[in-house]
């Protein structure tokens, strides 16, 4: 798919939550764009074995398969509010569904339906962005996240998004100080950036914060 065809406003709503026909091309498209991207998170995630993750926003789920990989003994919860994404993680992990090693659920970062103090570690790719009042959502996090879980969110900076998409208003522009200052706001501690650059998006960061 040539995603620079769609006209811009379809698109950053179909990356917010991709839905249809065309979502499940969005889908395709995620795997192949954001391959280097994940990569350069998983570098920083530093998961242990038995860790308990949860990935937000996870998409066609091919950050919960590293996830699984990395964690033989551990457990990997993933969210996401679209069902089109859910339809294809699933098919994608459905072994470790099937294990009981991972758990995805249809729902929103806003009310994550997790207990207090459940996982090690909590992360996004390419979805902090879309978070109008992101306070409300690092809350969440914050609450079930043990005491010393980390956070990590990935980005691809603005400057390497597709032309329109920052026109949207779908989008929030962040630069890795504005994220550390948000993830400080939000009570996290020991918080951090990292720019990147990745073969196909261009300039990428990462924030990251410790509870
Ligand atoms: C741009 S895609 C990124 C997917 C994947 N993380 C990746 O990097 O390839 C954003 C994903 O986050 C999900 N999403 C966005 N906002 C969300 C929210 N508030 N709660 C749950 N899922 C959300 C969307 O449905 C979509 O699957």
Redesign the pocket.
């Known amino acids: 798919m040539d995603p620079t065809v769609i006209n811009p406003t379809i698109l950053a709503q179909q ?4 839905e249809g026909e065309l979502g499940e091309k969005i889908g395709e498209f ?1 795997v192949e764009r ?1 391959a280097s ?1 994940m990569t350069f998170t998983f570098e920083h995630l530093y998961l242990k074995p038995s860790d308990h993750v949860l990935e ?5 789920g091919e ?1 919960i398969a590293e996830a699984v990989k990395q964690t033989p003994q551990g457990f990997v919860a993933g ?4 069902d089109v ?1 859910l339809r294809m993680a699933e098919k994608r992990n459905h072994e470790a569904i099937a294990d009981g090693h991972v758990a995805l659920t249809l ?4 009310r994550l339906p997790y207990k207090d103090n459940t996982f090690d570690v909590v992360f ?4 902090f962005h ?2 109008q009042e992101p306070l409300r ?1 690092l809350a969440e996090c914050r609450r079930v996240l043990k005491t010393n879980g980390r956070i990590l969110f990935y980005f691809n900076h603005h400057s390497s998004w597709m032309d329109g998409l920052g026109d949207t208003g779908v989008f929030i522009a962040y630069e890795p100080s504005d994220v550390e200052k948000i993830l400080t706001e939000a009570g996290f501690h020991d918080v951090g950036s990292l720019m990147g650059a990745v073969e196909k998006d261009g300039k990428c960061f990462l924030g990251w914060g410790v509870k």
Do not use: H, Q, Y
């Not at 729902?107 to 806003?110: E, H, L």
């Open positions: 990356l917010l939550k991709p995620l954001n991207g937000i926003g996870f998409g066609p950050a969210i996401d509010f679209s994404m729902g929103d970062a806003s996004a790719m390419n979805v879309f978070w959502e």
